[in-house]
């Protein structure tokens, strides 16, 4: 009993604390393991660790370097990546924004029920929601095709990066930009530039997919459009689209600083052209001779 007293005494000498103080987390902390999941803060949501997030973060950015074409893997690296500053940095601009506030207080989601595709055909050539819903239709896609945001804690921050998410084909829309991964590779540099997402920056790294002339159109032409034209622009996240639609297209171009790049399906077209064009050059003359 003597001992026992005398350690209680020295802890309170040396203010050592209290072994069990340790053990229990403060008032309104809740310890978080793999084996203690606290309950999701919105729908779908999943709480992950740090140590999950950054296996999260290296597997799928590994996953969408072998496979660009993996949108499932890219979206999973761009929760992993985007906190805890980057998402942050893009609530921020909308919350700086009159339209970015309305947007968080409004929740708008862009899919095919909340967007009347017939009523976009219908509107002039010129206009915002045309030229978005012509460019879905040339490269066959559509709105409903954004997965749920799961992995960002934060339920507004969650909003921010599913917004991001689905306004990603309008930005294709206003640039002209493909979906093949030449264009998606260009795109993605643009929205770096704009939105600093590590996820985008990362997914440059599939440049290296290209073949050896696309490589050295993205370096020669696409890169350095992407970077001049994502700084100057304004965020493009805090454009409110739906607003948008019926704006003259290249009136909104201009007042966000954005500049068309050279078409890029007619810029491979011509090349084929050009390449097909030779190859039957070089027959003919092998025949001639």
Not at 77 to 95: N, S
Not at 143 to 171: G, K, L, N
Request: charged letters at 25%; aromatic letters at 8%.
């Amino acid at each position: 009993m003597a001992r026992i007293l005398k350690c209680h005494n020295l802890q309170s000498i040396w203010n050592i604390p209290n072994i069990n103080s340790l053990l229990v987390a403060p008032a309104g902390v809740r310890l978080f393991s793999i084996l203690n999941r606290p309950a999701p803060n919105y729908e779908g949501h999943v709480p992950l660790t740090t140590i999950e997030r950054g296996v999260l973060a290296v597997g799928s950015a590994v996953g969408s370097l072998l496979n660009p074409r993996r949108g499932d893997l890219i979206a999973a690296l761009g929760e992993a990546t985007a906190t805890p500053y980057f998402i942050y940095r893009l609530r921020d601009a909308m919350l700086a924004s009159p339209a970015g506030r309305r947007m968080l207080r409004d929740r708008p989601r862009i899919t095919s029920q909340s967007l009347s595709m017939p009523y976009l055909r219908s509107l002039p050539s010129n206009t915002v929601g045309h030229s978005y819903v012509s460019w879905l239709d040339r490269e066959g896609v559509g709105p409903d095709t954004r997965s749920a945001v799961r992995y960002i804690d934060d339920e507004e921050c969650a909003y921010v990066m599913q917004r991001y998410r689905e306004c990603h084909d309008f930005s294709h829309a206003l640039t002209g930009l493909p979906v093949i991964v030449e264009g998606e590779v260009a795109l993605k540099a643009f929205e770096f530039a704009n939105t600093l997402l590590p996820m985008t920056g990362l997914s440059i790294a599939a440049v290296t997919k290209l073949k050896k002339g696309e490589r050295r159109r993205f370096f020669e032409t696409y890169l350095p459009w992407a970077l001049a034209n994502g700084l100057k622009a304004k965020d493009l996240i805090t454009v409110y689209w739906e607003e948008q639609l019926e704006k003259d297209v290249d009136e909104l171009r201009e007042e966000l600083g954005i500049e068309k790049p050279p078409d890029l399906r007619d810029e491979r077209k011509r090349l084929r052209d050009l390449r097909l064009a030779r190859q039957a050059a070089e027959e003919d003359s092998n025949r001639a001779s």
